[in-house]
């Protein structure tokens, strides 16, 4: 399997908070039979709207991420990792990742496709969401939305997401927390997770979800869960289906090719 979302370069965002949590994380992908992983840390635009702020976050990334991979060659060298970012959605996004896209390797494995989420707060509502897609697609990006069903709440972001689907404005990418139990998270965390399972569903019986990830960030309370999720969509939608959402779509952002 091939995770894309994940916070496993340490020190950086709200993930591992060292290199023995990720070196945790690593044995556990490994266990579950993930061997190539994309990490995305966290980035919000507009926390670093100045030029010394990037260069300051940028060059944090790299250090952290050569960090982890010498680390990871010596501990757990079956595991190939590339590198990639968590793009919060913001007016700000579109300049910043046309500018810095490519060059500062915002998109996930130097392809074109790029991971955004969507903003906890956002002025302008749709139609600014709309625009900011668009104007990504034209600047020659593929974003694809992590973990839409943390939204799916919300009036209306059902049929929103399927009009951004239509419209080629997206690929989806759901969370292995929002369709499993797993005994090593608190039974709150857990309770607010299977709220989501119903979302998750819909979006995988429309047959609109591309890929599956566990957006994992340590050991404990959001630890990898690829194998728990893929056994569940093997039984529900088949093993092609699983095939599909964890390992093969992935391997095309990896070699740079169409999904």
């Known amino acids: 399997m091939i995770e894309i979302h994940c916070h496993l370069i340490p020190g950086i965002d709200d993930g ?37 702020a990037l260069d300051d976050y940028f060059r944090l990334r790299q250090k952290q991420y050569d960090s982890l991979r010498e680390h990871a060659e010596k501990h757990q060298p079956e595991i190939n990792l590339y590198l990639g970012t968590e793009i919060m959605l913001s007016s700000d996004c579109p300049a910043i990742i046309e500018r810095y896209g490519r060059q500062l390797k915002l998109t996930l494995a130097e392809s074109d496709y790029i991971l955004v989420e969507l903003p906890r707060y956002l002025s302008g509502g749709y139609k600014l969401l709309n625009r900011l897609l668009f104007n990504l697609q034209i600047s020659g990006f593929i974003p694809i939305l992590a973990h839409p069903e943390r939204s799916m709440s919300q009036d209306g972001m059902f049929e929103t997401l399927l009009e951004w689907y239509d419209q080629g404005y997206i690929l989806l990418q759901v969370n292995a927390s929002s369709m499993v139990h797993d005994h ?32 994992a960030h340590n050991i404990a309370s959001r630890p990898p869960q690829n194998k728990l999720a893929y056994d569940v969509v093997a039984k529900d939608y088949g093993i092609r289906t699983a095939e599909e959402l964890f390992t093969s779509n992935a391997r095309k952002i990896i070699n740079h090719q169409n999904i």
């Open 16 to 52: 591992a908070a060292d290199l023995t949590v990720s070196q945790a994380m690593l044995a556990d992908y490994h266990a579950q039979g993930v061997d190539e992983i994309i990490c995305t840390p966290h980035f919000e635009p507009v926390n670093y709207i100045s030029e010394t």
């Open 184 to 215: 090593r998270v608190s039974q709150e965390r857990q309770e607010r997770y299977s709220r989501r399972k119903k979302h998750v569903g819909r979006l995988l019986d429309r047959e609109i979800v591309h890929f599956v990830s566990s957006d």
